[in-house]
RNA sequence: GGGCCCAUAGUCUAGUGGUUUAUGACGCCACCCUUACAAGGUGGAUGUCCCCAGUUCGAAUCUGGGUGGGCCCACCA
């Protein structure tokens, strides 16, 4: 047998990628009888690449499966991509230099999806290449035909069971991308500004109020203060005239006010900030309209109309300081709403939108995330925080180009929606017609929609997207609800409850039974990493500068939740378990070649290994059993360094060199057994060099369709393993003595004496002892004798 | 401002009341070519367990308060 002297881990990482998907290795199978494990795989952004992030936590969830799997799971572990929405028009624009709003809409959806198809592939290597276990021939595209059906159907019955509504409504509104958008796609953002104190008229009287958005004046409605206000509470019910504009507004109390801020007096424009619309809507104030949808000033702003905000707010500033009515001005820093994809300050316009009404099942919800198990059990207190915080039932339309079309048209004559036939979707209305027609209506007397859903509409129905896939197949009332959901804490509050909210409306039931919270991959220095930082890194980088496995033994050192921060050191600890497993593996199967598969006669060091091994897998099975793939980790890699590598195979090194006996079947037996399990134990974090190595030396076939290995109850011995380890500290102590003395360890002292309490219990090691420590004379002794020669040790 | 989480050697980390003179790794220092491995081995040095107070016979561990950091929410006139 021609051996390699290394590992080349590249070499050995495709080719083995390539065999699990040939061999079907991970494919779920429908006809099994084995118990399911189901996992609603987070499907990614196709955004050109694969981030820290993303290997960080796809792999955590992939060390879950690959246990799951091996424990004896018919695995379901779909992959699905996201490429739906804002970020691809994004990617497209960007990419094809071509501006969406300038293309027909039709010809820009195809531009999408045809440079979906070629970016595809490449983006989910990535996945593919750092060992992930999907099925991948179970796939789906969040804009598939397949994924548009069900989001659509979603849609329909959601409506059939009265839950959506559209209404004119005020919504957060980008003047850039010129849509509505969620709370999720907002960002904060620190901007200097002014606040503007200006004059209001009471009669002959000023009435200050201090403002940073003078420009909206034009839509002012009313005017607040608090109710305990002393200074101010004067003012209720009188009427003041607003600067420039001169109209009237009415003065009312409100405890929103906070009489410490600016002059302690507010004015409301509709709309200004969230307070506006709650004043708009608790006291039914008049909507005036002072921005357009592409923000510039409307009419309404009279002299100032067509302007974009920011000139007008400084025209109207500049106009101000010359009528007097602006009094002060003062520098401020102020946290702003900011869209998360154009960066520019959001606004709050009144459209007609398409709404899910939700907020009256929040008790639902809240239960519902009560029966879910949670890894870590405390990121359920931040589901309860949003769902006890929701303010607005869920807004679904956005007014984009790319996206799940709303499977309506409207009436020409009467404004009413014409829905599509549940049997004719994926429909696109602006291409094709509703099957029926109101009565008295041609195709003439309809118009499409033209809004898309939001992205969270159909991205909230992965476990459908998932199992429908297998839907005609008589597993798939099996596969739902999910066994496990795992994603990142960052959209506890939008993916996650999103998808309980659809499971609960559409099924009247938890979409999943465990979801799994990991953390974020930090830089080195504990941040963020952004693309405007500088500081991201690029998984693919340290796949190709270590290897995949080593970038899942890195992600692998963080608990479940937990943030990690890069660190290059990590990946080198972890290329170094890597190549320590190759040559252990090569000694051991070097002396496995003439094994005959006995048990031998076990020496107490070989019972000591054994006892170690087994309480090992107990530990990190139970571990496992609970998402805490950490132990893996911690608890194996120790075994496997410490216990079997720098101790035991030290010291039977010599009994697997020896003359054929029991004794040497016995060793053979433990490191054969030890190989396998810390082999299969590893298998989950490490799943390159372990089926590479098991194949090699325990068995033809794949590692990872194993069985899990069982600890042996009755191998853990407390006793055995304490006097084990003394012997081991004996053995330290030689080396310590060696080492000190700048010998060789192969140097072999003519007698060693031992000093200790322990006596009874370490002669049945001296054996072991003897042959680590190269010394054949060993014996026991008292401190106070006097000893000519060799090496005097102390041991309690 | 509110909720949740985190804080242990230069760095990362184990440890949820006594078994700990705090675990392991990286890094550092010294020695060693030893029949798996020099891409190695053996040994060594390195800690106010964030701070203050309390509970307890005993606290890294429990409680309260503080400081620093993270995520989410609210505010952002």
Request: net charge negative.
């Amino acid at each position: 047998m021609e051996e390699k002297k290394r590992y080349d881990a590249a070499e050995a990482e495709e080719r083995w990628q390539k065999y699990w998907e040939k061999e079907g290795t991970y494919a779920f199978d429908p006809d099994s009888d084995k118990p399911i494990y189901s996992v609603d795989t987070p499907p990614p952004t196709v955004s050109g690449e694969m981030h820290l992030g993303h290997a960080f936590s796809y792999t955590q969830t992939d060390i879950i499966v690959r246990f799951k799997r091996m424990k004896g799971f018919n695995v379901f572990y779909p992959f699905g991509t996201d490429d739906n929405g804002l970020a691809t028009e994004r990617l497209i624009e960007k990419t094809k230099k071509v501006k969406a709003s300038k293309m027909d809409r039709q010809e820009f959806i195809d531009l999408c999806l045809e440079t979906l198809e070629t970016i595809r592939p490449e983006f989910v290597q990535d996945w593919k290449s750092l060992g992930i276990s999907c099925d991948w021939n179970v796939f789906y595209s969040t804009i598939n035909d397949h994924s548009r059906k069900i989001s659509q159907q979603s849609f329909l019955d959601l409506v059939k069971k009265d839950r959506v509504y559209r209404k004119e409504a005020p919504v957060i509104w980008d003047t850039q991308m010129q849509t509505a958008l969620s709370q999720v796609e907002l960002e904060d953002q620190e901007q200097d500004s002014y606040f503007n104190d200006i004059t209001f008229k009471d009669g002959g009287k000023d009435i200050i109020i201090a403002t940073t958005r003078p420009e909206l004046l034009c839509s002012c409605v009313a005017v607040f203060v608090h109710p305990d206000d002393e200074k101010h509470k004067k003012l209720v019910g009188k009427e003041l005239e607003v600067p420039v504009y001169h109209h009237k507004v009415k003065v009312i109390a409100d405890k929103r006010v906070d009489p410490e801020k600016g002059t302690g007096i507010v004015m409301c424009c509709t709309f200004g900030d969230q307070t506006d619309i709650e004043w708009y809507k608790a006291y039914d104030l008049p909507l005036r309209v002072g921005i357009t949808k592409d923000g510039k000033m409307t009419d309404l702003a009279e002299k100032y109309a067509g302007m974009p905000i920011k000139e007008a707010r400084k025209a109207i500033i500049e106009d101000m300081k010359k009528s007097g009515e602006l009094v002060n001005q003062k520098k401020i820093k102020h946290i702003v709403n900011v869209g998360e994809r154009s960066g520019v300050e959001i606004e709050i316009l009144e459209s007609p939108q398409w709404f899910v009404r939700y907020l009256d099942l929040r008790d639902t919800f809240l239960k519902s995330g009560k029966k879910l198990k949670w890894y870590p059990d405390h990121m359920r207190s931040r589901y309860d925080n949003w769902v006890n915080g929701l303010q607005w039932d869920w807004c679904i339309s956005r007014q984009r180009y790319f996206g799940v079309p709303f499977p309506v048209w409207y009436s020409k004559k009467t404004g009413e929606p014409i829905f599509a036939d549940s049997d004719q979707l994926p429909v696109d209305p602006l291409k094709d017609k509703p099957k029926k027609l109101p009565k008295d209506h041609t195709e003439d007397d309809i118009i499409p929609e033209t809004d898309v859903f939001d992205t969270w509409a159909t991205s909230s129905l992965t476990p459908d997207l998932a199992t429908q896939l297998f839907k005609d197949h008589k597993v798939f009332k099996k596969l739902q609800p999910m066994s496990l959901r795992p994603q990142a804490h960052d959209i506890i509050s939008f993916w996650l409850f999103n998808t309980l909210v659809k499971s609960q409306m559409h099924h009247k039931r938890n979409p999943w039974e465990t979801v799994a919270i990991s953390g974020w991959a930090l830089d080195a220095k504990g941040k963020k990493m952004s693309k405007s930082k500088g500081n991201v890194i690029h998984p693919q980088e340290m796949r190709d500068k270590y290897s995949a496995d080593a970038l899942r033994f890195w992600a692998s050192s963080s608990k479940l939740g937990d943030d990690l921060a890069f660190s290059e050191r990590e990946f080198i600890a972890a290329s170094r378990t890597i190549t320590k497993l190759w040559n252990l593996a090569r000694f051991t199967g070097m002396h496995l070649e003439d094994y005959d598969g006995g048990e031998g006669e076990l020496q107490p060091i070989d019972r000591w290994l054994l006892s170690r091994l087994n309480r090992t897998v107990a530990t990190v099975t139970d571990a496992l059993e609970n998402y805490d793939y950490v132990r893996i980790r911690l608890d194996v890699d120790k075994f496997f360094m410490q216990s079997l590598a720098d101790n035991y195979l030290e010291i039977v090194k010599d009994r697997l060199y020896g003359e054929k006996n029991e004794s040497r079947t016995a060793a053979q037996y433990v490191v054969k057994t030890a190989l396998t399990t810390v082999l299969k134990l590893f298998a989950p974090v490490l799943p390159h060099i372990t089926e590479e190595l098991y194949q090699e030396y325990c068995e033809k076939s794949s590692i990872h369709t194993s069985s899990w290995p069982e600890a042996t109850k009755k191998l853990i011995s407390d006793d055995i393993e304490k006097h084990g380890d003394l012997a081991v500290k004996v053995i330290s102590a030689v080396r310590k003595a060696k080492s000190q003395q700048g010998l060789s360890l192969k140097h072999e002292f003519n007698k060693i004496t031992i000093e200790s309490s322990s006596e009874k219990e370490l002669e049945a090691f001296l054996p072991a002892i003897s042959a680590a420590t190269k010394t054949k004379d060993i014996a026991f002794g008292k401190a106070k004798e006097e000893i000519e020669e060799g090496l005097k040790i102390s041991i309690d």
